[in-house]
């Protein structure tokens, strides 16, 4: 048996198997693509972390510039006040005179080591010792940056550069200059295409030098998970983090004076193009590609070639299902092949009809020959039982009568089966009930004439089909059986006695015949005896013929003869219309 398609598994369907396929094909681009994207998706983070790095110096480089100059007036300074610090009068006014041409120090003086300050800007001397921006100078003999919320003298928020002064004794002291503030937010910054939201200077210990917007609660705009401690000597880097206020940053670290002063950025959008975070991940544009790929594969296919073979094969079951040829298809959107394949199977189904009608008519004209065959015998066979009666009333001896009676009763039950078998629509089968119920009426008739005897006749049968190769044998041993039980029929009284004539199917496609009559005072006994035996060896060989297998029950008031046999199966065979 061939398997229905809808039985089949989805997986086996082309659409599977093409994407599949595809997929397998698409697989090396794909990683390909997956690599290339990731490299560049790399350079592109990295160009971004630089632009990021670039962007913050160049925000910090009014910051830079203003704070290299003051280390380098300070160092120049430096001389200057060596030679005067002698004469603390005159050293004032100079460095009085420089503070009014610079316009950018609030103050300038000569930290010596003890705390004190006798050389500056100021006519007076001032002790710093107290202060802890000055103790940290006086601590760590390097060039230094510091700030102080207020500054002595001025009470000004300043930026405090110190720079040592050496002599051939060594250390001497330091030359401070303070910066305000106020005037480190007005320098100027280099010109840039994006600015950070917050800048922060710091020195080498992580203490705030500078902020925009004011030192004032810049403490709320810093990292929350680092130290700008921690930050000191590192290379210049970008990373992605939260500040104190819960805001989401971007921040970006760079050194503006070699180990004395950093600078750190923090940006608003952390998914902003100039951040490494900024990208969608590498293998989304590979994935979409492949997706792509798959659905115009997809469409491609359905349009091409499935809905085509949706159509052939749709034609092909109804063809299969009633023999319905539907038209060619006009549509120039199916391909050479699959009309070349739908032209092929309209031919095919075009013969094979004609094929098929050949058939039939060779088959209906088989029927008819067959029919007329069977029709023919049955009509010789009934001038034979004619020729045979004509034959029976001029004989003058009794025994010859009785064989030829019975002679004729064989060719009538012969007649008989030929008449059901061009009567019914289907030669090859012969409804075994039928036939039996035919065969009791002719042989009643034909049977109690010459017998004498009239018993109580009763007929049970069910349809039960054969072939005609075991309805010829049941055939004639029903009416041998019958003829048996016309001649022994008896009864115990005054009655006819009885005959019961049965066919019944059974499980396993069997069949079981039954013949019985009742035993008794047979009536005009010995009238129309043939000789004794040869009814029963009849029906032996066509129980034989018919592979049945007899059981005979002889008891005192009855005689049954019972004859189970296999119905063969038939093969499904073409209807005579």
């Given at each position: ?9 989805w ?23 997956v ?9 592109v ?11 913050t ?18 160092e ?8 005067l610090?002698g ?19 609030s ?32 601590s760590?003999?390097?060039p ?9 003298l ?16 060594g ?13 480190v937010?007005?320098?100027p ?12 200077t ?15 609660g ?13 930050l ?19 921040y ?56 085509h ?8 079951r ?11 298809s ?30 039939e008519?060779?088959l ?5 020959l ?21 034959q029976v009333r ?5 025994e ?5 009676k ?18 019914t629509?289907?030669l090859?089968k012969?409804?075994a009930?039928?036939l ?31 072939y005609?190769d ?41 069949a079981?015949?039954?013949?019985a ?15 004794s ?15 049945a297998?007899l ?19 038939f093969?499904?065979?073409?209807k005579?219309?």
């Amino acid at each position: 048996m061939f398997r229905s398609a809808s039985h089949l598994s989805w997986r086996r369907g082309l659409v599977v198997r093409l994407v599949a396929f595809l997929s397998i094909a698409l697989l090396p681009i794909g990683l390909i693509a997956v690599m290339q994207t990731e490299q560049v998706s790399k350079e592109v983070r990295q160009r971004s972390v630089l632009s990021l790095l670039a962007l913050t110096d160049q925000a910090a480089s009014g910051e830079r510039q203003l704070l290299q100059r003051s280390f380098g007036a300070a160092e120049a300074l430096g001389a200057i006040i060596a030679r005067l610090r002698g004469d603390s009068a005159d050293c004032s006014t100079t460095l009085g005179e420089y503070i009014e041409e610079a316009g950018r120090y609030s103050f300038v003086g000569f930290l010596e080591l003890d705390g004190m300050v006798r050389c500056s800007s100021v006519d007076e001397a001032l002790d710093f010792s107290s202060y802890p921006v000055f103790q940290e100078i006086l601590s760590d003999p390097r060039p230094m940056i510091g700030a102080t919320l207020r500054a002595p003298l001025t009470e000004e928020s300043v930026v405090v550069v110190a720079h040592p002064l050496y002599r051939e004794n060594g250390l001497v002291g330091y030359v401070v200059l303070w910066v305000p503030h106020a005037l480190v937010e007005t320098e100027p910054d280099m010109v840039q295409i994006a600015k950070p939201a917050g800048l922060v200077t710091f020195n080498y210990k992580g203490d705030i030098i500078t902020a925009e917007n004011g030192v004032e609660g810049v403490g709320d705009r810093l990292p929350s998970s680092q130290r700008l401690s921690e930050l000191v000597g590192k290379a210049p880097t970008v990373f992605e983090g939260h500040n104190a206020a819960g805001e989401r940053r971007v921040y970006a670290t760079v050194q503006l004076l070699p180990g004395q002063l950093y600078a750190l950025g923090s940006w608003t959008e952390p998914n902003n193009a100039l951040t490494p975070q900024g990208y969608l991940p590498g293998w989304l544009f590979p994935l979409l590609m492949w997706m792509a790929s798959l659905v115009v594969a997809y469409f491609a296919v359905h349009r091409l070639v499935i809905r085509h073979v949706h159509r052939i094969g749709g034609q092909m079951r109804r063809f299969a299902r009633d023999r319905h040829i539907e038209p060619p298809s006009k549509s120039s959107e199916m391909s050479q092949e699959l009309l070349e394949m739908e032209t092929d199977f309209l031919h095919m189904a075009s013969a094979l009809m004609q094929d098929e009608a050949t058939l039939e008519n060779a088959l209906r004209e088989r029927n008819i020959l067959l029919k007329e065959v069977h029709h023919r015998v049955k009509n010789n066979l009934q001038l034979i039982s004619s020729i045979m009666n004509m034959q029976v009333r001029k004989a003058q001896s009794s025994e010859t009568r009785v064989v030829l009676k019975r002679l004729q009763e064989r060719v009538l039950s012969l007649a008989t089966i030929h008449r059901n078998l061009y009567q019914t629509e289907d030669l090859g089968k012969v409804n075994a009930g039928k036939l039996i119920k035919e065969l009791v009426g002719q042989m009643m008739v034909v049977g109690t004439t010459r017998t004498f005897a009239h018993p109580e006749v009763e007929v049970d049968v069910e349809d039960v089909i054969l072939y005609p190769d075991q309805a010829v044998p049941l055939s004639l041993m029903t009416a041998e059986a019958i003829t048996n039980a016309l001649k022994n029929v008896g009864s115990t009284d005054e009655s006819g006695g009885w005959i019961r004539i049965t066919i019944h199917k059974l499980p396993e496609k069997r069949a079981r015949l039954t013949v019985a009559n009742s035993k008794g005072v047979r009536p005009h006994a010995g009238a129309g005896d043939e000789p004794s035996g040869l009814g029963s060896q009849l029906i032996r060989a066509f129980a034989t013929q018919l592979g049945a297998s007899l059981n005979v029950t002889d008891e005192e008031t009855s005689h049954r003869l019972e004859a189970e046999f296999a119905v063969e199966e038939f093969l499904q065979d073409a209807k005579d219309y």
